[in-house]
């Protein structure tokens, strides 16, 4: 599946953002998705997944209680709320797709397909 990311800006600490990753193909009950993100130098860090089936969602404990990880299915599309952001949430996101029944939803090596990403940057 071919994955597509938008929605990132420049913004201030404080303020909210939404990223949107829209899919090529259905991705109902086939896929889990999550967010990652990554800056210059260090490895990709797992943001939130939201499973195939359910709407369980995982998340970061670094953006519990800020961020929310949400899919429609109808439209083939993921979406991240960014709520109170902090400079320390600058990165490039990415959008990922892996099979219904990964084992693990917090390793970039459970997810086989990857949007090219979108930068958020916060300043302060």
């Known amino acids: 599946v071919q994955l597509v990311e938008t929605g990132g800006e420049l913004v201030q600490a404080g303020d909210s953002l939404r990223l949107t990753c829209a899919a090529s193909?259905?991705?109902?009950?086939?896929?889990?998705m999550a967010w990652f993100r990554q800056v210059p130098g260090k490895e990709r860090e797992f943001v939130a997944a939201i499973s195939a089936v359910g709407g369980r969602t995982y998340y970061a404990d670094s953006v519990k209680g800020r961020f929310a990880i949400s899919r429609d299915n109808a439209k083939n599309t993921v979406y991240l709320q960014m709520d109170t952001l902090k400079p320390e949430d600058t990165a490039v996101y990415s959008c990922?797709?892996?099979?219904?029944?990964?084992?693990?939803?917090?390793?970039?090596?459970?997810?086989?397909?990857w949007g090219q990403g979108t930068q958020v940057t916060v300043s302060s």
């Open positions: 990922a797709a892996g099979p219904y029944d990964v084992t693990s939803y917090f390793t970039p090596f459970s997810y086989n397909d």
């Open positions: 193909e259905r991705i109902d009950s086939r896929y889990v």
